[in-house]
Nanobody, 121 residues
Framework: QVQLVESGGGLVQAGGSLRLSCLASGSIYRIYAMGWYRQAPGKQRELVATFTSSGITNYADSVKGRFTISRDNTKNTVYLQMNSLKPEDTAVYYC???????????????WGQGTQVTVSS
């Protein structure tokens, strides 16, 4: 069983910073892509920043230059450093990972439970 657990969300004023963490745990053989998505009220879930399976980073245009994704493969953890936060960054942030489990070697798309980020103006 695989779990993704996010932490680090909260309330911050515009211009402030937050750092999100996501730990993948459980029966993991290999992690491929890993990253962050967000969903604001009344909107669809959207990509924020991800690592592809080959280690290439992708960012939404709206966060380029402000957010930085990083990854610690030894800890099965991905981070999102968010600087210069804006009220429009307010959303629930979800961790996502493409993970292969042992024995069956099946790959699956896993999601965390989400962490709320609220940016006040």
């Amino acid at each position: 069983q695989v779990q993704l657990v996010e932490s680090g969300g909260g309330l911050v004023q515009a211009g402030g910073s937050l750092r999100l963490s996501c730990l993948a745990s459980g029966s993991i053989y290999r992690i491929y892509a890993m990253g962050w998505y967000r969903q604001a009220p009344g909107k669809q879930r959207e990509l924020v920043a991800t690592f592809t399976s080959s280690g290439i980073t992708n960012y939404a245009d709206s966060v380029k230059g402000r957010f930085t994704i990083s990854r610690d493969n030894t800890k099965n953890t991905v981070y999102l450093q968010m600087n210069s936060l804006k009220p429009e960054d307010t959303a629930v942030y979800y961790c996502n990972a493409d993970i292969m489990v042992p024995y069956t070697l099946r790959r699956g798309d896993y999601w965390g439970q989400g962490t709320q980020v609220t940016v006040s103006s």
